[in-house]
């Protein structure tokens, strides 16, 4: 697994776990601790995010670039 392949695997459901707690009706909570609760939530999810978009960026950028070159038959 590549480090792309790695970072999308983190991204993608946190993508859609924070379109989920943010996009909630509000007649499913029951009082407004709970919609603050959610919305907690989804910030801490989006907190995790950038801090996976960071490192990879970090990583991305002190990795040198190395060509592999096939074999010649």
Same mark, same amino acid.
Do not use: C
């Given at each position: 697994? &590549? #480090? +792309?392949?790695? !970072?999308? $695997? ?6 859609? &776990? #924070? +379109?989920?707690? !943010?996009? $909630? ?11 603050? !609760? ?36």
């Amino acid at each position: 697994m &590549s #480090i +792309e392949e790695f !970072k999308e $695997a983190l991204i993608t459901p946190l993508k859609k &776990s #924070i +379109e989920q707690h !943010k996009s $909630a009706a509000l007649i499913q909570f029951r009082s407004r601790d709970d919609l603050t !609760k959610q919305w907690d939530r989804a910030e801490g999810l989006e907190m995790a995010l950038n801090h996976i978009d960071n490192v990879y960026n970090s990583l991305s950028a002190n990795l040198p670039t190395v060509e592999i070159i096939p074999p010649q038959n």
